[in-house]
Every structure is written in C-alpha cells, then in structure tokens.
C-alpha cells in the first residue's frame, strides 16, 4: 500500500479526481488535481517531487498527443522554484510548461509528437517540481 504523502493524503476531498474549486471541466473532460486544491495546505517538497497519472495507449496511427492543463501555484513557493507540467510517453517528458510563485496558466494546447511511436506505449502527466 502506497503511504500517504503530499500527493496522496486527500484523494477524492482535495486531490486526485474532484471537482476542483473556481474550475468547471468541459463537456467529456474529467479534471484531476495533482496537488491540493485547497489554499493554505503546507507540505514539505523538494526539486524533483512529483505526482503523475498515466495510462497505457496504442499510439499507432497517433500523431499528437495533447493535454489542457490549468496550473495554480501558491505564492508561498520560493523564489528560484516552479511547478512545471509535461507530457511524458514511457516515463521521457515530450512536451512541458512552467508556472512560478504566485501565478495561473491555462495551457491550452500542451502537445506531444508521438507520430513516430507504434504500439502499446504509457502516455502521462506529471506535475513536478523544479529549480529554475
């Protein structure tokens, strides 16, 4: 059993797939928070923490991958860090976007060639934090 950690510790209430505050999915869309959606929740992380969701694909016949993403990072991460968002196929980041301290970015079109990849393949987002 996995233990509870930052990205684990409210699954369902604040984190994983929910209904996250001051966002509404689109028709056919499911949103999935890797973090906590409530403000002024405090966890200890470091450069290279990250939470992810994947899923195996067939990618034959399959050029882009995309993703849309709304990124909110508290204002209390500090100076010099940013939360960054990629797509990852077999665990490489193909495509990514960053938000620092304090700010909101929608990324509309976050998207991956994978027009080269055949077969069963793990398709991802991850959220992780780095050092810019």
């Known amino acids: 059993m996995a233990s509870l950690d930052a990205f684990r510790s409210r699954l369902g209430v604040g984190q994983g797939r929910i209904s996250p505050q001051g966002v509404e999915p689109t028709a056919g869309t499911y949103l999935f ?3 906590d959606d409530e403000p002024g929740r ?5 450069p290279g923490d990250r939470a992810e969701v994947v899923q195996e694909i067939d990618l034959t016949a399959v050029d882009l991958v995309r993703a849309y993403l709304h990124l909110r990072v508290p204002a209390s991460l500090p100076p010099g860090y940013a939360w960054e968002a990629s797509l990852i196929v077999d665990g490489e980041k193909l495509a990514r976007a960053s938000c ?3 700010r909101s970015r929608t990324i509309t079109d976050l998207a991956a060639n994978v027009s080269k990849q055949i077969g069963i393949h793990t398709i991802g987002i991850r959220l992780q934090l780095v050092s810019r």
């Open 42 to 46: 405090w966890f200890d992380l470091a």
């Open 33 to 35: 928070v890797l973090g």
């Open 100 to 102: 620092g301290p304090g």
